[in-house]
Structures are given as structure tokens and as C-alpha cells.
């Protein structure tokens, strides 16, 4: 009766949680982890900031107005007229960038909101990746689980029958208690996969951007493994934003070593205007010509310089890493899938019929208690590790995915 009870409130207590379950897709998962998430949110204003400083870098300097007044004083000794004595100058100067300096910017600046995009895309990518990850850690956790939960359950009914059969007499009282030590090994199991349930449930939710965590249910099924399309190498280098952001860095390094050569070049200032001395008006022009005998930009050029062969050798660096990083996806991939179509899935198919014919012996002769829970141990852990072996190739098929550049 104790059993029963049990096995009852179990039921009662997983019925209501699995009816208020949402059901969650993988795709809906990375859908929703792209949308509105903070990271993209600072991304995205980046990218804002880096527009504002390319409209910017187009605006040519102001003009600036002079008003200069000379020679006046406010004593008449001696005497003083002010139209005479005074000197006035009213005059416009205006800077003339030489040497394509506007140019320069606006393609330097034009090159960082490119970066800026490549960023953008990048995250969304590195987001996709850790979400796909993170759904399938949390799907296999909680089917582990649910397996447990539902092991447990069947196993309160071997407890129920072999009570029966100790009160007719009909099995000793140790196969009995060997029994329901093996149910509360079961039942610890089971807190344990919970645990491992909600905490990747909720990291997963972390991967999302999101604030709450409720439960769901996993839709998209572990065995259901989507083929991955075999790219060659220039087709992944192609589409590996981190090699896009490298060719674009050296682009931008080459194009801030031109602003900074641009820069060299001397900037004069054109003055023009009104000047009134000695009671004539008369018109005014000027030139300043800065005279690059020290500073040259020397520094910066040089140091644009040390940047750009900083950036070629990134280009090297990157192509090395993407490349390392796909031999080790596909390798992966093509193991975890021979380990789970050749080794797991057989052996949990053995462990399975082994378990079947001992529990019909068990119930058919009542002997050999041993041998039916060292036979549902075996099955129980079969089964898990032919589950978490699911969940790890989806896993890899995720990360084979990401080294591919394929995910959004």
C-alpha cells in the first residue's frame, strides 16, 4: 500500500508540472536568443556609433570669424578720434585640408562600420551556436530524467509485488529489502537528474537573454540528426565571419595608414575680410602655412604601419585557427555518430533483452533477485549513457555547424 501510495503521488505531482510545460523548439530557442538580446542591443548601438563617426569623418572643417579691434583707449590726452586711431579688422579664415585628408577619413571611417557589422554578425553567430548548445545539453538532461523518473515509477511496482509475495511466503524477506535499497539508489538518481534538469534548463534560458526560467518540454527529438553538408576549405573560409573581421582589419589598418600619411601634409589657413586703419577701409588677406620641420606624423605613421603587419599576420593566425577548429568538428562528428549507430544503440538494445529475460524468469520462478537488479541496473545505465551519447553528437553536430559558418 505504501508503493501505491508512492507510486500515486509521483503521478500527481509530474502530471500538472508536464500539462503547464511550453513546448520549445531548437529553432524557436535560437529565434528567440537573437531576439531582443542584450548583447545584439550593445551590438547594435556600436554599430550606430560607428555610422555617427563615418557621417563625421565627411564634414569639413568650419569656417572661423575674426573681430579684432586695436589702438583705442578711453582717454583724451592726447587727443584721440576713433575712426583715425583705430585699427579694425573683421575677416573669415577658413582651413584647407590637403593631401585627401576627408577622404581618408571617410574610408577609414566607412571600414569600421563595416567592422562594426562583421561584429554584429559574429555574436549573432557565437549566440546561435551557444544557444543550439546549450538546448541540446538541457534536452538530454532532461530526458535522462524523465527516464529515471519513469524507472522509478516501474520500479515501485516490483516493490508492491515482491511485498506481496514475502506476506504469502512465497520469497524471503531479504530479496525484499535488496529490493527497496535498489529503489531508494533509483530515487536518489532521480533528485540527482532533476538537478542536472533544471540547471541546464536554466542556463539555457541564460544563453536566451532571458529573465525567467519556466519549464518546458523539448520538442525537437535527439535522433533526430539533420545531415550536415560537407563544405570545402575555401567555402568555410568564405563564410567564417572571423575571417571576414580579419581581412577587413587589415583593410582598415591599410586605410588609417593613408589618413595617417595624409595626415603629414600641412593644412594652411586662407584669411579674408575688412580691415579700417587710419580712417581708410581696406581689404585684408592672409595665409598661415604650419612648417613641418619636427612633427612630420612621423609616430603615427609608423605606428599605422606596425598595425597593419600586426593585421596580416591576424589574417595567418585566423586562417591556422578556423582551420584546426574544423578538422576537430568533422573528426568529432564522424566518431560520436559511429559511436552511437555501432556501440550505444547496440548495447542498449542487449541490455534491454538481457533485463527481459530476467524478469521473466524472476516472476515466472522467483529466484535470482540478484541477477534482475544487477540486469536493471545495467539497463537503466545503458539507457542513459545511450542518451547523453545522443545528446553529445548533437552537440558536435552543433560545433561542426558553428566551424562551418553555417548557423545564423
Known sequence: MNSFVRACAVTFVIAPALLCQTQLTLADAVSQGLAGNPALAVAAARENAAEGLRRQAGLSPNPRLVVQLENTRLWESPSFSYPRDTQNYAFVSQTLETGGKRDRRVELAAKNVRGSELVTQLQRRQIASRVATAYWIAAGAARVRDLLQQESTAFERLVEFNSVRVSEGAAPEVDL????????????????????????????????????????????????????????????????????????????????????????????????????????????????????????????????????????????????????????????????????????????????????????????????????????????????????????????????????????
Not at 595624409?262 to 612648417?291: H, S, V, W
Not at 568529432?332 to 534491454?352: C, G, I, Q, W
Open 177 to 408: 529489502l535488496r529490493i527497496e535499497v535498489e529503489r531508494d539508489r533509483l530515487i536518489s538518481l532521480v533528485r540527482t537528474a532533476e538537478q542536472e534538469a533544471d540547471r541546464t534548463r536554466i542556463i539555457l534560458f541564460r544563453e536566451m537573454g532571458k529573465l525567467e526560467f519556466p519549464a518546458i518540454d523539448f520538442t525537437d527529438s535527439l535522433e533526430e540528426l539533420h545531415p550536415t553538408e560537407p563544405l570545402t576549405l575555401a567555402q568555410v573560409l568564405g563564410r567564417r565571419i572571423e575571417m571576414l573581421l580579419a581581412r577587413e582589419a587589415v583593410e582598415q589598418a591599410q586605410a588609417n595608414l593613408r589618413l595617417q600619411q595624409a595626415n603629414a601634409k600641412t593644412d594652411p589657413d586662407i584669411q579674408l575680410g575688412y580691415e579700417r586703419i587710419g580712417g581708410f577701409d581696406t581689404i585684408y588677406a592672409a595665409a598661415q602655412i604650419p612648417l613641418p620641420i619636427r612633427n612630420r606624423n612621423q609616430g603615427q605613421i609608423e605606428a599605422a604601419r606596425a598595425e597593419a603587419r600586426a593585421s596580416e599576420s591576424s589574417v595567418v593566425a585566423t586562417e591556422a585557427a578556423i582551420r584546426s577548429e574544423l578538422e576537430i568538428a568533422t573528426t568529432d562528428f564522424a566518431l560520436r555518430r559511429k559511436l552511437v549507430n555501432e556501440t550505444l544503440r547496440p548495447m542498449r538494445d542487449r541490455a534491454a533483452e538481457v533485463y527481459r529475460i530476467a524478469d521473466g524468469a524472476y516472476r515466472e520462478t522467483g529466484s535470482d533477485i540478484l541477477r534482475l537488479i544487477d540486469a536493471e541496473r545495467t539497463r537503466i545505465e545503458a539507457e542513459i549513457t545511450y542518451t547523453r551519447g545522443l545528446a553529445e553528437l548533437e552537440q558536435s553536430a552543433v560545433a561542426l555547424e558553428t566551424a562551418q559558418g553555417n548557423l545564423p
